[in-house]
């Protein structure tokens, strides 16, 4: 079945629904945002933004497009994929947003993987114009946003499946705009995760965290899984595509970036953990 973008989105002004017209999409109280010649919406005010230029940056996007697109995280992909369209029905159409979609590689991956099953209606959004136009660029068939979390441009109890991948859940707005029964599939890093390329660019690792994290309010918990691999890296550009699509990159000192530019070949656990949360 052919994939379709996601339309029930909302007006990030006043909440009202907004309906395309042309180029744009508007709302009834006369609020118009055009569609950018890469074919994604920016839905985020001004009065919304913390920095000029929020999120990612140009070189941040491209490193992790360059990344992905070499399949290293493809297992984290299939298993996102496998999680979302399990128990979906074949018959009607599965509402889904990835919530903070980056250039959009996990997002092209599950409508890969769907191909044969249920008919998508795909929204990605990110507060990173930089990773939209890339994702835009790269798949006409979903609707891309540049939007925050904080305040999702999307209609209430319209989504049937929302992902938040090494993103920032905002599980009030996940709740707002999942349906009943709906499902939030979060990946986040597991204690091993990267830890060779850590010890290698920090003087001392942090103590892990400790103990489950609390159920968010709205939601039950409807199982977890642990992904473990062995990652082997050659070249000094791949290496340094990973640690700049980090947020490691950003917090190592001159030192510790140094060293990790200095490594032609290693090899990291990646391991992380899908939980999934069912909205009440």
Known sequence: ???????????????????????????????????????????????????????DSKAMVAARQRFLDAGHYRPIADAVSQATLADAAPDAPLACLDAGCGEGYYLRQLAAAADDGPKLALLGLDISKWAVQAAARQDPRAAWVVGSNAKLPVLPATLDRVLCLFGFPVYAEFARVLKPGGLL????????????????????????????????????????????????????????????????????????????????????????????????
Do not use: N
């Open 1 to 55: 079945m052919p994939h379709t973008a996601f339309t029930a989105l909302a007006c990030p002004l006043d909440g009202a629904p907004l309906t395309r017209e042309g180029a744009s999409w508007r709302c009834e109280t006369g609020h118009s945002f055009d569609i950018a010649r890469q074919g994604y919406i920016h839905l985020l005010p001004v009065q919304h933004k913390r920095s000029r230029d929020p999120g």
């Open 185 to 280: 599939l979060q990946v986040d890093a597991g204690p091993d995760h990267l830890r060779e390329l850590r010890e290698i660019i920090y003087p001392s690792l942090k103590p892990e965290r400790s103990g489950e994290a609390p159920l968010p309010t709205g939601f039950s918990h409807a199982g977890s899984d642990t992904l473990r691999y062995p990652l082997t890296l050659t070249g000094t550009d791949t290496i340094a595509d990973l640690l700049v699509m980090t947020p490691h990159f950003y917090r190592a000192s001159a030192e510790g970036r140094a060293r990790a530019a200095a490594l032609t070949a290693v090899t990291l656990t990646v391991d992380i953990r899908l939980t999934r949360y069912r909205r009440h």
